[in-house]
């Protein structure tokens, strides 16, 4: 499921309150990113993607949780696939 709107090739643009809720897992390489438009909303993700979130250089709010951490981003950013299911956010 991936209903993100699709700038090129590895790269999706995100809105600029939405939350990348990442589920770590210690005895794999992949994850998960669940993506929403905004964390007020009362809506299902946008997207879901496996792999591992890299980085993060935008302006965004990480917050550490028992099971990975949610980046709240402040501005419109890109989701860019660096390396297969390896992920980075960056400005737009």
Same mark, same amino acid.
């Given at each position: ?9 590895? +790269? ?42 890299? +980085? ?7 917050? +550490? ?28």
């Amino acid at each position: 499921m991936n209903h993100l709107f699709q700038t090129d090739d590895a +790269s999706w643009r995100l809105p600029n309150h939405a939350h990348v809720v990442v589920y770590e897992r210690e005895d794999s390489d992949r994850g998960l990113l669940t993506i929403y438009d905004c964390g007020a909303a009362q809506k299902p993700p946008k997207a879901q993607l496996l792999g591992t979130l890299e +980085s993060v250089d935008a302006p965004a709010k990480v917050e +550490s949780q028992p099971t990975g951490k949610i980046v709240k981003l402040r501005a419109d950013a890109t989701l860019e696939e660096a390396a297969p299911d390896q992920f980075r956010i960056v400005r737009s």
